[in-house]
């Protein structure tokens, strides 16, 4: 009887020590938290095989008999998942099986085009570009959010939201939507309001001026000139816009022939803001046009000292001052 019952111990112990060895033990042997992506087309053998790297030979052993006998071979979850230091390994086992994903930090970028936007967050998410990329050119997608394809660029506001890396193109939408409504509050729509611009416009003139200037320090002083000029009824004649018309923002000069395209987008030809946005407006641009400096500019001209910001001017004959200089600067560059 008492080589029965240390028999039976003996056996205890050594199920004991082998559960932990496979599935009580370290899951992952690399020294800091490593992320797992599983997509839609991963089957049981592509999801070891994106684990295989971080584990040891038992613990991957141990998560495959786990897999085997609690149905996740049957019942693969999308997501971004954390494998962590010391995480054992039925742990991990848990965390996919249950879709315990990790989310991340998504920024939206300000970028030119809906496609351009398209592909920079496909990149960072499982969404497929082309799905997003054909939502946001879809004329009744764009008019459920309040746009037209020309101004659904609004949607996006360029900050840094958490958001699950298999998030669908649907629930992406609806949480851009939550945060462009978030970032709308009162006090900007009061302040829009009181600028006489409805907030589409806000963001249309806001990307002529992200345009002109990467200086934030200097956008209220652009904005400013641009809403001179559109309580004036002069034509903004801003050089990005020609730009945007001729699908070219690689141009870094703009000769009198390129004035003359025909496009909307032209406000050399056209009085007042251009259709849409011409990029995705940053909050800076945003809140520079809400803000605007006062001042009685009128006229404006990059430095020739290429700085990157810009001289301003109130009268048209210190303009061509200023143009003069800023060309002469050009040609001893020998920038075309």
């Known amino acids: 009887m008492k080589r029965y019952v ?180 009162e006090e900007r729509l009061a302040a829009a309001n009181a600028i006489g611009l409805t907030p589409v416009e806000v963001h249309t003139l806001a990307s002529i001026v992200d345009e002109e200037t990467a200086n934030d320090a200097e956008k209220p002083t652009v904005a400013g000139l641009y809403m001179n000029r559109l309580r004036q009824h002069i034509p903004l004649q801003a050089d990005p816009t020609v730009k945007f018309a001729l699908g070219d923002f690689s141009l870094r000069r703009i000769y009198r022939h390129m004035l003359n395209v025909e496009s909307p987008y032209n406000t050399y030809r056209h009085l007042g803001l251009p259709p849409g946005p011409i990029r995705v407006a940053s909050v800076a641009g945003i809140d520079a046009v809400l803000h605007h400096a006062t001042h009685p500019y009128l006229y404006m001209c990059a430095n020739p000292d290429f700085s990157g910001t810009h001289i301003f001017a109130q009268t048209y004959r210190q303009h061509l001052k200023n143009a003069q200089a800023y060309s002469k600067a050009l040609n001893e560059r020998g920038i075309k």
């Not at 997608?141 to 659904?152: H, I, L, Q, V």
């Open 6 to 185: 240390i028999a039976i111990l003996l056996i205890l112990l050594i199920v004991l020590g082998l559960g932990y060895y496979y599935l009580l033990s370290p899951f992952s042997h690399v020294q800091e938290t490593t992320f797992v992506y599983i997509d839609s087309d991963d089957t049981a053998d592509s999801v070891y095989a994106k684990l295989e790297p971080l584990s040891s030979r038992h613990a991957m052993t141990g998560f495959t008999t786990l897999a085997r006998h609690c149905g996740y071979e049957k019942n693969i979850r999308t997501g971004r998942y954390a494998i962590e230091p010391g995480q054992r390994t039925f742990e991990v086992m848990r965390r996919l099986k249950n879709g315990q994903q990790q989310p991340l930090r998504l920024t939206v970028p300000s970028v030119r085009t809906t496609r351009q936007m398209a592909g920079r967050l496909a990149r960072k998410l499982m969404v497929d570009s082309l799905t997003l990329a054909s939502m946001l050119t879809d004329s009744a997608t764009c008019a459920a959010f309040g746009y037209d394809t020309t101004t659904m660029v609004c949607l996006f506001i360029p900050n840094t939201y958490e958001v699950y890396w298999d998030v669908s193109a649907e629930q992406l939408m609806q949480r851009l939507r939550k945060e462009r409504d978030a970032f709308w509050t």
